[in-house]
């Protein structure tokens, strides 16, 4: 991952939890308050979750350190170098991609189907992941369990005509993935964009267009 270049927006905040037994714990606070005393972070506020259970409970954390730069959530021991990366994406409103790779080729899946299902917006971010043909096979494992929890859903039929647009690409897994992502909207009009790929070049695209049409 390159480091991105300084941005002039506001510094975002940050979150820490740590824990008192917790051997990461004191360099990714000394990371962060290096961090602050940059200004590549504006406010940092840390909680010990041993103290306060509670706040791990309301955040759904399991396991410290665990650090929020702006929307980003990390987990595990990380360098001052990545959270400063972070933290400039974050003032630039972007890295949302990035962030969904790094979830998905970790397994976490539930993280993700939380974000595209409390905001679709969130898929565009997905769909670049998946129309890129050099992301990792952890992530296209984990973008497909996403979208088989899709099946029906107004989120899946939403993106009916993107998927149709990748159903042209030039690799063959996207093209074929496309395929069965159309099949799972149940959308009559994922019809047009399934029937040319039973003439696709590729042998395992034809199949799935045959199966998908089934």
Same mark, same amino acid.
């Given at each position: 991952m390159?480091?991105?270049?300084?941005?002039?927006?506001?510094?975002?905040?940050?979150?820490?939890? *740590?824990?008192?037994?917790?051997?990461?714990?004191?360099?990714?606070?000394?990371?962060?308050?290096?961090? $602050?005393?940059?200004?590549?972070?504006?406010h940092?506020?840390?909680?010990?979750?041993?103290?306060?259970?509670?706040?791990?409970?309301?955040?759904?954390?399991?396991?410290?350190?665990?650090?929020?730069?702006?929307?980003?959530?990390?987990?595990?021991?990380?360098?001052?170098?990545?959270?400063?990366?972070?933290?400039?994406?974050?003032?630039?409103?972007?890295g949302?991609?990035?962030?969904l790779?790094?979830?998905?080729?970790?397994?976490?899946?539930?993280?993700?189907?939380?974000?595209?299902?409390?905001?679709?917006? *969130?898929?565009?971010?997905?769909?670049?992941?998946?129309?890129?043909?050099?992301?990792?096979?952890?992530?296209?494992?984990?973008?497909?369990?996403?979208?088989?929890?899709?099946?029906?859903?107004?989120t899946?039929?939403?993106?009916?005509?993107?998927?149709?647009?990748?159903?042209?690409?030039?690799?063959?897994? $996207?093209?074929?993935?496309?395929?069965?992502?159309?099949?799972?909207?149940?959308?009559?009009?994922? $019809?047009?964009?399934?029937?040319?790929?039973?003439?696709?070049?590729?042998?395992?695209?034809?199949?799935?267009?045959?199966?998908?049409?089934?």
């Amino acid at each position: 991952m390159n480091e991105p270049e300084p941005d002039t927006n506001t510094p975002p905040d940050a979150l820490m939890l *740590m824990g008192t037994h917790c051997p990461y714990c004191p360099s990714v606070l000394k990371a962060l308050q290096a961090l $602050v005393e940059a200004g590549d972070i504006s406010h940092l506020e840390t909680h010990n979750i041993e103290e306060k259970p509670e706040i791990a409970r309301k955040l759904g954390v399991r396991s410290v350190p665990w650090v929020r730069i702006g929307p980003f959530e990390l987990e595990g021991l990380r360098s001052e170098k990545e959270f400063r990366e972070w933290a400039i994406k974050a003032a630039a409103s972007a890295g949302t991609t990035d962030w969904l790779d790094e979830l998905l080729s970790s397994g976490n899946i539930s993280k993700p189907r939380e974000l595209i299902k409390s905001d679709p917006a *969130m898929m565009d971010a997905l769909l670049k992941l998946f129309a890129d043909p050099d992301t990792q096979l952890n992530t296209q494992i984990g973008i497909s369990a996403i979208m088989e929890d899709l099946k029906g859903t107004d989120t899946l039929n939403a993106i009916v005509d993107q998927l149709g647009e990748l159903t042209q690409h030039e690799d063959a897994r $996207v093209r074929g993935d496309a395929c069965y992502y159309l099949a799972l909207s149940g959308n009559s009009k994922a $019809v047009r964009f399934i029937k040319p790929l039973l003439d696709d070049s590729d042998a395992n695209v034809r199949e799935i267009a045959k199966e998908s049409l089934e």
